[in-house]
């Protein structure tokens, strides 16, 4: 509704003396009326901007309070086998002398690519798996050892038993950190193809053994032994699957070769 304003006239003034004050208190008033509607439009926008802050905030809470529990095995290499079996492998010399120190128990087969240097592989419960995930956890080992890094396409992997594995050959000799004896029959998986599926789950991104099928992916690429840089690989993968190069890095074993 607009402001109305009375016009009082004096009579001690000219007509052109009280229209100029009319005209003064006019312009006043409409000043006033514009600066009320300012700071009522100012006022308007900070509640707005505060609302989004405290949105953005009530969001950040809400995702940090469903966020993820890392599991312990999140610190190797790993994961689930088609029959839902857990593989892990480390990273280095010393979480292969961790894994099998604190985590390689009764049932469970040990794995390993027949080279020297290379992740010592666990398969929980191996001595009950079949025989597919048998195959993706030993295509798995291979991956993720020096055939890798030298541009083999394949290698031979062999599993043991835990009363077959030890840090103490017969002969005396030293093992370096990260080696093991391995005493009696292996079983081998002779000329295992080294490919990974690299994609996107519901939990975020995994590498699997190609073996195990692209099913639990939303969208994968494979990857194989190439002539591609790990950093550049990794980056490309992350470009294709819209995730930071940081999510893909720890599943790319080195150089390597992609396809779609």
């Known amino acids: 509704m607009g402001m109305a304003l009375r016009a009082i006239i004096d009579p001690n003034k000219s007509a052109y003396e009280n229209a100029s004050v009319y005209f003064e208190k006019s312009k006043r008033l409409k000043k006033k009326a514009h600066d009320t509607k300012t700071a009522i439009a100012n006022t308007e926008k900070e509640i707005k901007e505060a609302e989004k802050t405290e949105a953005k905030k009530a969001a950040k809470g809400q995702t940090e309070g469903v966020k993820k529990k890392r599991e312990w095995y999140e610190q190797f290499h790993w994961f689930n086998t088609s029959d839902g079996r857990l593989a892990f492998g480390g990273k280095n010399a010393d979480?292969?002398?961790l894994l099998v120190k604190k985590h390689f128990e009764k049932d469970d087969l040990f794995f390993h690519a027949d080279i020297q240097g290379g992740s010592v592989v666990i398969?929980?419960?191996g001595n009950k798996a079949s025989e597919q995930s048998k195959k993706e956890v030993a295509q798995f080992a291979g991956c993720f050892s020096n055939a890798w890094k030298v541009g083999y396409a394949a290698i031979d992997v062999y599993s043991a038993t835990p009363d077959q594995v030890s840090k103490s050959p017969?002969?005396?000799e030293y093992l370096e950190k990260g080696s093991f004896f391995i005493s009696g029959e292996k079983e081998y998986y002779k000329?295992?193809?080294l490919s990974l599926l690299i994609g996107k789950t519901e939990s975020g991104i995994q590498g699997i053994p190609s073996e195990c099928g692209r099913t639990?992916?939303?969208k994968a690429f494979e990857i194989m032994p190439g002539g591609k840089e790990k950093e550049a690989t990794a980056?490309?993968?992350a470009d294709e699957l819209k995730?930071?190069?940081e999510e893909v890095l720890p599943h790319v074993p080195?150089?390597?070769a992609v396809r779609g």
Do not use: C, I
Request: hydrophobic fraction near 15%.
């Open 216 to 218: 639990r992916f939303s």
């Open 170 to 172: 017969p002969s005396g």
């Open 243 to 245: 995730v930071r190069k």
């Open 95 to 97: 979480q292969n002398e």
């Open 235 to 237: 980056k490309k993968l």
């Open 254 to 256: 080195g150089k390597s």
């Open 191 to 193: 000329n295992t193809p």
């Open 123 to 125: 398969l929980k419960d």
